[in-house]
């Protein structure tokens, strides 16, 4: 039997591992896949994690980037947009700190940027922008949401309202159906998971003009 330093020890070295988790899985709880999707995404833009804990000292965890170059950020085939005319996009994302990190990303890619958490939340969005007479450009839909309305479902909701825009849908299941034949499930194009910036921009930019 492990003793309890050899097993924190054990736990360190498996925590980036995807779908590990100490904790029961259920559908209330998390599936392991939160630094798993962390790292993967900090290596793409050439960065380094590392996790540090000590017995009744906490956990330290250490992420390292480079710094980006100081020119001004003009994606390809976002760059005849002004600042009037920045494409709108929703996203939907249940994990708050991708939901954050994809906003950011998009901002950063001139966009304007509505984020919610689930299909009832951006249907609400879609007929708020109605309202004011804006028009949504683009949506990024998570396929799967826990204990709410999935991407597939939001985006046949959104069509029979009226949207007309471009959907991607997201997701981190390679084998989904959803993913390998996008356009039957109404989609004009997929995202896996997880993402960095240039995949986002490669996304996105098929549909905006350049």
Known sequence: MLSFFEEVKQYISNVFD??????????HKGGGLGLAVSQSIIKKHGGEIKIKSATGQGTTIIVTLPIPDSKPIVPSGLNDFSPLKKPLILIMEDDPSLRKLCSRMLECLNCEVISTSHG?????????????????????????????????ETLKKLREFGFKGKAIVV???????????????GFDANLLKPYSKDDLERVIGKFIAS
Do not use: C, R, W
């Open 120 to 152: 009832k939340a951006a249907i609400e969005e879609f007929f708020n922008t109605i309202h004011k007479n804006i028009l949504i450009d683009i949506i990024l839909l998570d396929q799967n949401i826990k204990g709410g309305m999935g991407g597939i």
């Open 171 to 185: 997701t981190g299941s390679p084998t989904s159906p959803a993913i390998i034949n996008f356009e039957k499930y």
């Open 18 to 27: 995807p779908y590990f988790t100490t904790e029961e899985l259920s559908v």
